[in-house]
């Protein structure tokens, strides 16, 4: 299977979030048995696309004060 950097993307928002269901670009969902799976197919994606990767993926949030 060919990956593209959307793939990455979407593992990296899946693993931030604790999810083990990821939904590519294609429309595909698709629920791995752990994280650790995951965390193995975000290494293997990066590895196929050329990225060096930090240890962890890193997510931007926002807070809202009133």
Same mark, same amino acid.
Request: no cysteine.
């Given at each position: $299977? &060919?990956?593209?950097? &959307?793939? #990455?993307?979407?593992?990296?928002?899946? #693993?931030?979030?604790? +999810?083990? @269901?990821? =939904? *590519?670009?294609?429309? =595909?969902?698709? !629920? *791995? %048995?752990? #994280? +650790?799976?995951?965390? +193995?197919? !975000? =290494? %293997?994606?990066?590895? @196929?696309?050329?990225?060096?990767?930090? &240890?962890?993926? %890193?997510? $931007? #949030? +926002? @807070?809202? =004060? !009133?």
């Amino acid at each position: $299977m &060919s990956f593209q950097q &959307s793939d #990455l993307t979407a593992i990296d928002q899946a #693993l931030a979030l604790g +999810a083990n @269901e990821v =939904r *590519y670009a294609d429309g =595909r969902l698709v !629920r *791995y %048995r752990t #994280l +650790a799976d995951l965390w +193995a197919l !975000r =290494r %293997r994606v990066a590895a @196929e696309l050329g990225v060096t990767l930090d &240890s962890a993926p %890193r997510v $931007m #949030l +926002a @807070e809202q =004060r !009133r």
